[in-house]
């Protein structure tokens, strides 16, 4: 939930509200926020509260984490947010997670409320983590031995339905993981763009047969930039190519620049580059361009999804309370 050079914290997410509406009038499948901490341009702090807030303002679209970075929480206070969540708004919850912080090193050492130590152990143990959350998801629950006395322990009293779980990652570790233990998996191909195929041919050979998975199921997340001309779209995808490049390089990270302020940044020769770099493995373009680019996409790699991270910037006297250039993105792509 990015936040803009014009937003306050509030602002942002109304826009993300509206978003969200916009792709469940047109048919979207999903929509999911990221964990990310004390971080200027990005407000998603909580994706639990977030997830309750947009599902309630939606009627059909599947929301979801993407994803909870499982090393900042103790493993029983993700699925009794989770079950809660499913609870309430029943077939419509996804909990994606992941093992990467999210965050810098003094504000994963805050959220652990803990020695940095804790929480390198914490990702060492990821894979137990897993284990944990599915299992204080289940319906039925677990029963506990504690010395001579056996307690029962269940995210939520009553569960009905568990919401779906997904393993995300950049690298084939998650690959590796999500096919051992038999859960969907998403490959973060808008991070760079680099070894998508791999992690998903590795995923696809090893997967074992779970209960409720019985087949491999994946999908890939793309940037998109989406306008009535492709000048227009590379326009609108400037202020996101220099918060990325400032990402990638180390620089000072900031609110995201309107589309006229990003124009008026005068890049370095290597910065330049980088962004060409970026956007060649975006989806940049007219409608036309764009759908040709998403359909190639889901055929070389064979996902069963691609889900669309529209990056779009605003311009100058845009509403704050609303992100219309990332909405018409969703629109040119579904007309």
């Not at 093992?99 to 914490?122: K, N």
Request: proline share 7%.
């Amino acid at each position: 939930m990015t936040v803009r050079s014009d937003q306050t914290t509030g602002d942002a997410l109304a826009a993300s509200r509206g978003l969200a509406q916009v792709a469940d009038e047109l048919g979207y499948r999903r929509y999911w926020v990221a964990e990310h901490h004390n971080m200027p341009a990005v407000a998603s702090t909580n994706p639990p509260v977030i997830i309750a807030m947009l599902a309630a303002a939606t009627s059909r679209i599947r929301v979801g984490s993407g994803g909870v970075m499982l090393p900042n929480h103790a493993p029983l206070v993700v699925p009794e947010q989770f079950a809660l969540l499913e609870a309430a708004y029943p077939g419509r919850i996804d909990l994606g997670i992941g093992r990467a912080p999210g965050t810098d090193p003094l504000t994963r050492y805050v959220l652990r409320g803990s020695s940095a130590e804790s929480a390198d152990e914490a990702v060492t143990r990821f894979p137990d983590y897993v284990d944990d959350i599915r299992t204080l998801m289940s319906t039925e629950g677990v029963e506990l031995q504690i010395g001579p006395r056996r307690q029962p322990l269940r995210a939520t009293p009553a569960a009905r339905s568990v919401a779906e779980m997904w393993l995300l990652g950049s690298s084939d570790y998650s690959a590796r993981l999500a096919a051992e233990k038999g859960l969907p998996y998403v490959f973060a191909h808008h991070f760079s763009g680099e070894g998508t195929g791999a992690a998903l041919e590795l995923y696809r050979s090893t997967y074992r047969p779970s209960r409720e998975h019985p087949e491999p199921r994946t999908f890939l997340t793309v940037n998109a930039v989406v306008a009535e001309t492709e000048e227009e779209a590379r326009r609108r995808a400037l202020p996101n190519v220099q918060q990325m490049i400032a990402l990638r390089t180390g620089a000072p990270l900031h609110p995201q620049r309107l589309v006229e302020d990003a124009e008026a940044v005068e890049m370095t020769p290597d910065q330049r580059a980088l962004g060409r770099a970026m956007q060649g493995r975006w989806i940049v373009g007219s409608p036309v361009q764009a759908r040709a680019r998403l359909a190639e996409l889901a055929a070389t790699y064979a996902v069963d999804e691609v889900m669309v991270h529209p990056v779009a910037g605003a311009g100058l006297g845009t509403d704050a309370r609303t992100s219309p250039a990332r909405e018409e993105t969703l629109r040119l792509l579904a007309a």
